[in-house]
């Protein structure tokens, strides 16, 4: 087996601190996103709401219709 090769200190400092600043942009942008996310979910469900609530009358409607007393 090839013994491991000297990885230059100039490279491993590029290299964390690469690490370190994607995670810190990471954070930054998740923490951007997280609330515009939770605006969307919110109208999502008021939306999703509002077409069950029409499923409803709909259904509400088409029974009273077909609930006549001359079948």
């Known amino acids: 087996m090839v013994p491991p090769v000297q990885v230059s200190p100039l490279i491993k400092l ?3 601190s690469a690490l370190v600043l ?3 942009y990471g954070a930054k942008r998740y923490s951007y996103l997280k609330p515009r996310a939770e605006e969307q979910r919110r109208v ?3 939306e999703k709401k509002r077409q069950d609530e029409l499923k409803r009358i709909e259904r ?3 029974e009273a219709q077909d609930d006549s007393i001359l079948k």
């Open 44 to 46: 999502a469900a008021e």
């Open 14 to 16: 590029g290299r964390y």
């Open 22 to 24: 994607g995670m810190a």
């Open 60 to 62: 509400e409607l088409a």
